[in-house]
């Protein structure tokens, strides 16, 4: 079986300025990675490459040989952005915007018990305003997972939700995980990737600290598995 994503020399660059400068990185599918590195050194730009919002300014990014990945990768930002309209609008939307009309309430209520809410109807009618910060990265996820990704990509998941939504959202993952899900993370949080048993990935310096990255020094390192 081939890889699931092949990157060799990727660089990023906005406005001239390299963000990312990654030798080489293989995913094979049904793999989970963690990436790791101090903010600034291009976790987030990697995350929004592998989602293929971006094109990378050179090296190569290939992903299962070619097929097509816009049907089949989602990534979750840190700071998810909900529409204005009901939770149950949100977690819909991926699937009405590729024409499925059957089922909707169905998959809206499996995916929001899988973020951990027990009572998905009850929130169905309500708006982003009168969610907490981590009930929206919750239905965030469940929008997330409606369209049955092949690959999840999370950005900081758990830092900035409360004990309880962090606890859902790693319970979500692995079940994801369970079903073959490939899920990259970046993230800070060692008590998640141990909970995800990731594969460390970490991404070496800031694009503000001084002086060119020597060449001959890959800026990616690769750890054991926590």
Same mark, same amino acid.
């Given at each position: 079986?081939?890889?699931?994503?092949?990157?060799?020399?990727?660089?990023?660059?906005?406005?001239?300025?390299?963000?990312?400068?990654? =030798?080489?990185?293989? @995913?094979?599918?049904?793999? @989970?990675?963690?990436?790791?590195?101090?903010?600034?050194?291009?976790?987030? +730009?990697? %995350?929004?490459?592998?989602? !293929?919002?971006?094109?990378?300014?050179?090296?190569?990014?290939?992903?299962?040989?070619?097929?097509? =990945? #816009?049907?089949?990768?989602?990534?979750?930002?840190?700071?998810?952005?909900?529409?204005?309209? &009901?939770? !149950?609008?949100?977690?819909?939307?991926? %699937? #009405?915007?590729?024409?499925?009309?059957?089922?909707?309430?169905?998959?809206?209520?499996?995916?929001?018990?899988?973020?951990? !809410?027990?009572?998905?109807?009850?929130?169905?009618?309500?708006? =982003?305003?009168?969610?907490?910060? *981590?009930?929206?990265?919750?239905?965030?996820?469940?929008?997330?997972?409606?369209?049955?990704?092949?690959?999840? %990509?999370?950005?900081?998941? +758990?830092?900035?939700?409360?004990?309880?939504? *962090?606890?859902?959202? $790693?319970?979500? @993952?692995?079940?994801?995980?369970?079903?073959? +899900?490939? $899920?990259?993370?970046?993230?800070?949080?060692?008590? %998640?990737? +141990?909970?995800?048993?990731?594969?460390? @990935?970490?991404?070496?310096?800031?694009?503000?600290?001084?002086?060119?990255?020597?060449?001959?020094?890959? &800026? $990616?390192?690769?750890?054991?598995?926590?």
């Amino acid at each position: 079986m081939s890889p699931l994503y092949v990157c060799r020399d990727l660089v990023q660059r906005y406005e001239g300025r390299e963000v990312l400068r990654l =030798p080489e990185l293989t @995913v094979d599918e049904g793999e @989970v990675l963690a990436l790791t590195g101090p903010n600034g050194c291009g976790k987030s +730009t990697l %995350l929004r490459l592998l989602a !293929f919002l971006e094109h990378p300014a050179s090296g190569m990014l290939r992903y299962a040989g070619g097929a097509e =990945p #816009r049907q089949e990768v989602t990534l979750l930002l840190q700071d998810a952005y909900l529409m204005r309209c &009901s939770v !149950f609008a949100n977690v819909t939307l991926g %699937l #009405r915007l590729r024409r499925q009309r059957q089922g909707l309430g169905d998959i809206y209520e499996e995916c929001m018990r899988a973020v951990g !809410f027990a009572d998905p109807e009850k929130l169905a009618g309500r708006g =982003p305003r009168a969610l907490s910060g *981590g009930e929206r990265q919750r239905v965030a996820l469940a929008a997330r997972l409606a369209l049955r990704p092949r690959v999840l %990509l999370l950005d900081e998941p +758990t830092s900035s939700v409360d004990a309880r939504s *962090g606890r859902a959202i $790693v319970e979500a @993952v692995l079940a994801c995980m369970r079903q073959g +899900t490939t $899920v990259i993370c970046a993230t800070h949080d060692r008590a %998640l990737m +141990t909970a995800l048993a990731a594969r460390e @990935v970490a991404l070496g310096r800031r694009w503000d600290e001084s002086g060119p990255a020597d060449p001959a020094s890959p &800026s $990616v390192t690769e750890g054991e598995q926590t």
